[in-house]
């Protein structure tokens, strides 16, 4: 599976951006995408994932405020994020995880000025 993420960019607080991860190679094998972020000098954590179903889950700090979407037909993921705050700078990843392992897209540049 190859992943290749998109879409980051800086915006001002209060604006939106949306990301995008398109994906490649054995993706029947993928059970839940998702989306992780890196904040200088923190650890990865999860922001957001989907599974096959369509059901999503979210970090508390971005409910309300972010979407995690598929298109299957596009093979795409994608990360609405709106009400951006600076604390949401962050390199955001994108995930895909099959049964027997995990990969990881590049990541892509969020920054959210006040």
């Known amino acids: 599976v190859q992943l290749q993420a998109s879409g980051g960019g800086l915006v001002q607080a209060g604006g939106s951006l949306r990301l995008s991860c398109a994906a490649s190679?054995?993706?029947?094998?993928?059970?839940?995408m998702g989306w992780y972020r890196q904040a200088p000098g923190k650890q990865r954590e999860l922001v957001a994932s989907?599974?096959?179903?369509?059901?999503?889950n979210y970090v508390d700090s971005v409910k309300g405020r972010f979407t995690c979407s598929r298109d299957s037909a596009k093979n795409t993921m994608y990360l609405q994020m709106n009400s951006l705050k600076p604390e949401d700078t962050a390199v955001y990843y994108c995930?895909?995880?099959?049964?027997?392992?995990?990969?990881w897209g590049q990541g892509t540049q969020v920054t959210v000025s006040s």
């Open positions: 190679g054995s993706i029947s094998r993928i059970n839940v």
């Open positions: 995930n895909a995880k099959t049964s027997v392992t995990g990969y």
């Open positions: 989907i599974y096959n179903g369509g059901s999503t």
